[in-house]
């Protein structure tokens, strides 16, 4: 009898270890998973949208710059552009310029798919008609910068830009590609705009004008935005104009632009003996900007030179004459 008790006792105790052991098991596994009461990460919808160009309506064989943004999806990206017969279908996200020489209605198509097999997609018409008299004909050009060019992150750009031709007012359109907000106005004269670049990248600035009578033009050209760009520091007068004229014991503002270089810099401003003290300044940001009056009559050049962190110089002069 002793023995049998023992040998029930040892089956209870087996068999309730077991229990617990189960009820541990599925508890501990349960918690171990970690997505119970954790919040799951989501991801935004895929989009697509054609950002260039902001016109619809073209001359027979103009070029058109095509480019597209997308958003949102899981990463990496495929492309697809179907231009309706107008030119070969492009796997660029930015597949560049077009030329649309058949005189009909097109219908442009950009597709994305992302990694998860996601799509989105958008489309625009893009209407060719006939070119109009050479006097009618437009053209749209990128002023500054004058080429493509290298941006250290956080820096600034300013764009400038200008047209020909055509019959006025126009509407314009700046896209920067994800940079900054495009920007549209409307008048003669091309806005100017300064956008600050924070990310870094590559970015296709395209400039369009369309006049009134529908004829478009547009213009583009390439920011690339690094940690560190090496380039020579740039020194422009913006005033006052050069070959200025005054009369002696006139006074003169000196404004003064740096473009490029890595600071601080080192500044001299010199004005010929006689005219005005000189100023040098070290370990600086801006250049020096003083107000300067003119008691010696002749032609006076004051010449700024800049000198950078890494030794590179850049100069600039302005003639005054004082009469």
Known sequence: MKRNRSFRSYLEMFFIAGVAGLVFSCSSGGGSGGSEGEPEETVSALTASITSPAYKTVQTGAAVTFMGSVSGGVKPYSYYWDFDGAAE???????????????????????????????????????????????????????????DISVEIGKSCDFKAAVAGGTGPFTFNWNFAGA?????????????????????????????????????ADAAINV???????????????????????????????????LGGNAPFTFDLSFPDGVARSYHLENAAEPPCPSVTFNRT????????ATDSDGETGSASVIVRVQ
């Open 89 to 147: 279908p492009s796997t660029l996200q930015n597949p560049g310029e077009v030329i649309f020489s058949e005189n009909r209605i097109h219908t442009v198509t950009f597709t994305v798919h992302d990694s998860a097999k996601h799509m989105a997609r958008d489309s625009m018409s893009i209407t060719v008609t006939a070119g109009q008299q050479d006097d009618q004909n437009i053209t749209a050009s990128i002023l500054s910068p004058s080429d």
């Open 180 to 216: 900054a907000r495009p920007v549209t106005a409307e008048g003669d004269t091309p806005p100017e705009q300064t956008i600050t670049f924070n990310k870094l990248g590559s970015y296709q600035v395209t400039f369009s004008a369309l006049d009134s009578r529908d004829n478009a």
């Open 224 to 258: 690339t935005v690094a940690d560190y760009v090496d380039t020579p520091p740039v020194a422009q007068f913006i005033s006052p104009e050069n070959d200025t004229v005054i009369s002696s014991g006139d006074s003169l503002e000196f404004q003064i632009k740096m």
């Open 298 to 305: 002749g032609t006076h050049e004051v010449i700024l030179t």
